[in-house]
């Protein structure tokens, strides 16, 4: 078992610095990493809209799988680079080649299980007359708003008196940290799984613990690494106003979709990795001893 690493606040900074010198000695490699894997899953979208009826949804379903294995497999490529070699797309199939595939799809059965825990729980707490006093409550603000009259207290607390609001807002905080949690359990679970060989579910309990350990580190990171999004974002907004003027939404909508993938989510892989170095005492690539079972994915 990984050994977790008690870091300063600092570490955080050092993080998203480490992702930016990391993508900086390769960008061309990382790029073409993130084109191939959206062209793949460009490619089973439109596979699923050509196929009919429920074919057509498998192969959707099938299209959330390629996100989880292109990030294991350009963590790979991360580690490659930072170890000198060059990243190659090779590279993107190493969590097949690992037997690493289901281990890191568990989040994603971890996401869907919360969605309806949290769907569940919403109606639970404010039942089928809440859901719908809450649908009107929404439905007059919005005309309020349309009609252009600034609503006064009095108005607002009117339309708000037979919405159970306090249970709304109750559900609203568990959402927020059960968000938070799932944040933090899936930061460095991926490359839990791909260099430490931790079963899915055991590297979602570590990653959580380490980011709870370590949470200073996190926030300075979380900080740090908004600010450097919403400057990305805005040099990625002016390209996507040229892009819409000269080639209209198809083409501001493709500079968007390839700019998330050959530099936003190489430098996230990159914080990834490095939060995965800095955090965890880990064993490295060496073979761990085989896992028994052949559907231990969730084994904790």
């Known amino acids: 078992m990984s050994e977790i690493r008690k870091l300063p606040a600092s570490a955080g900074a050092q993080w998203l610095l480490d992702a930016f ?16 894997g959206m062209i793949v899953s460009s490619l089973i979208l439109v596979l699923a809209q050509l196929l009919p ?11 959330l799988a390629v996100g989880p294995l292109v990030f294991g497999g350009m963590l790979w490529a991360v580690s490659e680079i930072d170890q000198g070699h060059r990243a190659l797309p090779t590279h993107l199939l ?24 949290l769907g569940t729980l919403l109606f639970a707490l404010i039942g089928s007359d809440g859901l719908t006093a809450s649908s009107d409550m929404l439905q007059k603000m919005q005309q309020l708003q349309q009609s252009g ?18 249970r709304i807002l109750l559900w609203i905080l568990i959402t927020f940290a059960t968000f938070v949690a799932l944040s933090m359990a899936m ?9 430490d060989r931790q079963s899915g579910m055991h ?4 990653s959580l613990q380490g980011c709870l350990e370590n949470f ?5 990171f979380m900080v740090l690494g908004l600010i450097a999004a919403l400057c990305i974002y805005f040099l990625v907004f002016i390209l996507m106003q040229l892009a819409l003027l000269f080639g209209g939404m198809g ?20 914080a990834v990795y490095a939060a995965w170095k800095q955090m965890f005492a880990h064993r490295g690539r060496t073979p761990p001893p085989p896992v028994p079972g052949p559907g231990n994915v969730f084994a904790a």
């Not at 009826?53 to 299209?63: E, H, N, T």
């Not at 190493?94 to 825990?117: F, G, K, M």
């Not at 930061?187 to 260099?195: D, E, G, I, S």
């Not at 590297?203 to 570590?206: C, E, F, G």
């Open 251 to 270: 083409a501001a909508a493709f500079v968007v979709q390839l700019s998330m993938s050959t530099v936003i989510m190489p430098l996230y892989v990159g």
């Open 94 to 117: 190493q969590p097949i080649r690992d037997r690493r595939v289901t281990h890191l799809l568990v989040p994603l059965a971890i996401q869907l299980i919360a969605v309806i825990a």
């Open 21 to 36: 010198s990391l993508y900086g000695r390769a960008p061309l490699q990382l790029a073409v990493l993130g084109v191939i």
């Open 53 to 63: 009826g429920w074919l057509g949804l498998l192969v959707q379903l099938l299209s």
């Open 149 to 166: 009259t600034q609503p006064s207290n009095e108005q607002i607390l009117a339309l708000m008196a037979d919405a159970p609001v306090k």
């Open 203 to 206: 590297a979602l309990r570590m």
């Open 187 to 195: 930061f460095t679970q991926p490359a839990l799984v791909v260099f």
């Open 216 to 220: 200073g580190a996190m926030a300075v």
